[in-house]
């Protein structure tokens, strides 16, 4: 059973940054962080698939960087330019699917964090 552990969100004005941080307790083949507003399904920010290529949303490409330090099953998301359209729970996730090399379903993904609120105003 792999454990994810979120730090960081929190509140901050149009245009600023935030980082989060997620602790995972194993390696997993690829990882993600999702978000997900109030009344709308759960969308992929940004992932690292197995063979390390990274992805992200078009809404915040050039804004959200992910990296993963595999040494120390750390994944991070730092977001730069917030808009209040990046207001949600945000949530890493893990997958294991031996066949995925990665996705943006979250079906495919077998462990999640708790998430972490991120608040972007006006």
């Known amino acids: 059973q792999v454990q994810l552990v979120e730090s960081g969100g929190g509140s901050v004005q149009a245009g600023g940054s935030l980082s989060l941080s997620c602790d995972a307790s194993?390696?997993?083949?690829?990882m993600a962080w999702f978000r997900q507003a109030p009344g709308q399904e759960r969308e992929g920010v940004a992932r690292?698939?197995?063979?390390?290529?990274?992805l992200y949303l078009d809404s915040v490409k050039g804004r959200f960087t992910i990296s993963k330090l595999s040494a120390a099953n750390t994944l991070h998301l730092r977001m730069n330019s917030l808009k209040p359209e990046d207001t949600g729970t945000y949530y890493c996730?893990?997958?294991?699917?031996?066949?995925?090399?990665?996705?943006?379903?979250?079906?495919?993904?077998?462990?999640w964090g708790q998430g972490t609120q991120v608040t972007v105003s006006s």
């Open positions: 996730a893990a997958g294991t699917k031996w066949y995925r090399r990665g996705s943006w379903t979250t079906s495919d993904y077998t462990y």
């Open positions: 690292v698939d197995s063979d390390g290529e990274i």
């Open positions: 194993e390696l997993t083949r690829y």
